[in-house]
């Protein structure tokens, strides 16, 4: 098993020089507005998707429908690169509008039959997840959800639930609220020792944590575009392709069929991870996405989590100098991108900072999302601005 911070064995680690952050920084106009630390919330999105943006809607002032061939070539392309960067064969990757959409239509391939029939998951998901599986409750799914009791996971606890009754196990790598970890290789042996699939919901880990799914051994992986991975409006889900062939998802559309693109009626499942396609596609958001995706690529997923440990690291130092409570772990190994910070009246203060030009979020602490293309002197300017504002 790979440690939780190794990289994938399909991208090169590179560090950036100056130079090279200084190029990075020029593709992103939103950095030179603002000091943008809330890529864990949406990531800045660079120029050339705009130029994408144009290009489609001249596309649409001439509509004609034979441009459906590029941008399936688009979308195919979109979801290979994503399984490139995670660890994953191309064809093993599928791409919908949202996260809420797929999970849904995986939730679909079950029989949710006693005596294996729950489903494990924490309290510290984002709630879409638990929001789905209490609506499969109606098929006789039993979503049995691990308190934890405060931000952090409590490992011991989520794997102790699992048993001979479990079907799915469906987990945050990290959490939105905390950023706190998942020890992901223990969790899945544990799983696949009792006989469960796990489910991964990487959307505020992939882009900044390395992530190797196949070294992992994962059964299916959920993440999206408009964070980490600095796109748009798009999300995919990996499913390892030796479990493919036993999943038949009910919610369903044309797209997952083994004709599809010949307009003659399907008599099967498509090959690969298209079989968890939905009906006609949207390809834009793909379109726009594989620029902020290229760029990442070209980084590496290594370089981009030791600068973002750097970057998350000095919040840390700064905060405790200045007598800020830190909720996220304060170790390495348990960080993902982001620092949640307990600060008095913190929902106004986030909005003063933003006013300064200054920009993070706000879901119950301050969190701040440095991303590869910010610097150690905007860390510094956010939290001179920060300890300014506290101090009021």
């Known amino acids: 098993m790979s440690p939780p911070d190794a990289p994938p064995a399909a991208v090169e680690a590179r560090c950036l020089d100056a130079g090279a952050q200084a190029a990075l920084r020029a593709e992103f106009p939103l950095l030179r507005t603002c000091v943008y630390l809330n890529n864990n919330s949406t990531g800045a999105v660079p120029e050339g998707a705009h130029r994408v943006l144009a290009d489609y809607g001249e596309t649409l002032r001439g509509w004609r429908d034979d441009v459906w061939q590029g941008w399936h070539v688009g979308l195919d392309r979109y979801a290979d690169s994503v399984a490139a960067l995670i660890g994953a064969p191309a064809g093993s ?5 949202n996260l809420s959409t797929l999970l849904a239509r995986i939730a679909s391939c079950f029989d949710y039959r006693p005596p294996r029939d729950r489903v494990v998951t924490t309290d510290l998901e984002f709630p879409t997840v638990p929001f789905v599986w209490n609506a499969f409750g109606r098929y006789g799914a039993r979503a049995d959800v691990v308190a934890t009791g405060g931000v952090r996971f409590d490992q011991d606890a989520l794997e102790a639930r699992i048993d001979e009754r479990t079907l799915l196990v469906c987990v945050p790598h990290a959490s939105f609220a905390s ?14 020792d009792a006989g469960a699939l796990v489910i991964v919901d990487a959307f505020q880990t992939v882009g900044v944590l390395p992530l190797d799914v196949t070294a992992l051994g994962v059964d299916v992986v959920l993440g999206g575009a408009h964070k980490w991975l600095c796109g748009v409006g ?9 479990l493919t062939p036993r999943l ?18 399907s008599t ?17 958001t793909s379109l726009m996405s594989q620029v902020g995706l290229d760029l990442l ?34 170790e390495p190994h348990r960080r993902g991108g982001v620092v949640c910070l307990d600060v008095p009246d913190g929902e106004a203060v986030k909005r003063r900072l933003a006013a300064r030009d200054v920009i993070c979020s706000w879901r119950g602490w301050l969190r701040v999302g440095p991303h590869v293309y910010n610097t150690l002197e905007e860390i510094d300017v956010f939290m001179d601005a920060l300890e300014e504002e506290v101090r009021r």
Request: hydrophobic share 45%.
């Open 93 to 97: 990757v599928v791409t919908d509008a």
């Open 297 to 330: 690529a070209g980084v590496g997923v290594p370089a981009i989590r030791r600068h973002s440990l750097a970057c998350t690291g000095r919040i840390v130092e700064r905060a405790a100098a200045a007598g800020i409570a830190v909720v996220s772990p304060t």
């Open 179 to 192: 950023g706190d970890t998942l020890d992901l290789p223990r969790l899945v042996a544990r799983a696949h």
């Open 234 to 242: 798009t999300a995919f889900c990996y499913v390892r392709p030796d």
């Open 268 to 284: 099967g499942w498509a090959s690969g991870a298209q079989r968890f396609a939905g009906g006609t596609p949207f390809p834009l």
């Open 248 to 265: 038949e998802p009910a919610a369903t559309g044309w797209q997952a069929g083994d004709a599809a693109l010949t307009f003659r009626p």
